[in-house]
């Protein structure tokens, strides 16, 4: 392996820690939601589902950034590439 390559392979994995970051405080964050809205239904009445509905952070939503980190991790991974290419 040259240099460029190893400086390809270094960065192309730090973003992909990044990316790993960024979904593990989504799955963090989308947790301690769940918690919070099953403990305040305890407490509350909501055969409604009046609570549940201010979840901000729905499956749906969670997917949404999900693949948003992932397309734009992807993005940025083609672009350093093109850009060491360029070197």
Do not use: W
Request: net charge negative; hydrophobic share 35%; charged share 40%.
């Amino acid at each position: 392996m040259d240099i460029k390559e190893i400086k390809t392979f270094q960065v192309m994995r730090n973003i992909n820690d990044l990316q790993k970051g960024f979904l593990r405080i989504l799955e963090d964050i989308y947790k301690d939601e769940t918690i919070f809205i099953k403990t305040v239904t305890k407490y509350f009445d909501d055969e409604d589902g009046v609570i549940e509905s201010f979840t901000p952070l729905s499956e749906e939503k969670c997917a949404h950034i999900r693949k948003k980190v992932l397309d734009l991790g992807g993005d940025c991974m083609r672009a350093v590439q093109k850009e060491l290419e360029n070197e």
